[in-house]
């Protein structure tokens, strides 16, 4: 009886553990969508209401989900007090320090670091261009992630079942 109830719980632990890791996959594509969304919101506040850099972060971390809106808003006081060498620098900086623990992919959080180095330095419609970029890049990772995603979730569900199981006969 002891030894049954052992199983099913080891079966249970494999399944579940194949279920976090498939909700790992799912919440990095959740906040690559929503990173999107706020380049985009970003995009706009520079392109249709004409705003220097801080101020967008302002407007749109404002709104913003932590740990995003700290992220903005700490770029917004940053670069309105002249704290740092550069938009660059600061931007790496913020990013890394808010965004670290979001999930994003790390290619992903590389190129979004290199997005910084090439804003503040151009007018408005080279800064649009690299945000379409950006965005650009980021569709075709969320394309990528979304083909993958299926194959991936059900895979980690599986080999969660069939190794509880294993470790459960092995076990017996």
């Known amino acids: ?19 976090l ?15 999107r969304k706020l380049i985009f919101r ?3 506040e520079i392109r249709y209401s ?20 700290m992220w903005l808003l700490s770029l917004c006081e940053r670069l309105t007090k002249r704290q740092g060498t550069s938009l660059a ?27 910084g180095s090439e804003l503040g330095t151009i007018d408005i419609e080279m800064q649009v261009r690299t945000l379409d970029l950006y965005l650009e890049q980021m569709e075709q990772k ?6 993958e995603q299926k194959e991936r979730i059900r895979l980690y569900q599986c080999v969660g079942v069939t190794g509880g199981i294993f470790l459960a006969i092995i076990l017996l």
């Not at 620098?89 to 997005?115: C, H, N, V």
Request: aromatic share 8%; hydrophobic share 40%.
């Open 42 to 44: 970003i995009r706009s």
């Open 21 to 35: 890791q498939a909700a790992k996959i799912e919440e990095c594509y959740r906040q690559m969508r929503y990173l």
């Open 89 to 115: 620098g600061i931007w790496e900086e913020e990013t890394r320090k808010y965004l670290a623990e979001t999930g994003i992919p790390q290619d992903m959080m590389e190129s979004l670091i290199r997005l």
């Open 1 to 19: 009886m002891i030894k049954g109830i052992g199983a099913v719980m080891v079966i249970l632990a494999g399944g579940g553990w194949g279920m």
């Open 142 to 147: 969320m394309e990528d992630m979304r083909t």
């Open 50 to 69: 004409r705003q220097v850099l801080p101020e967008a972060f302002l407007h749109v971390g404002s709104e913003a989900q932590e740990p995003y809106k």
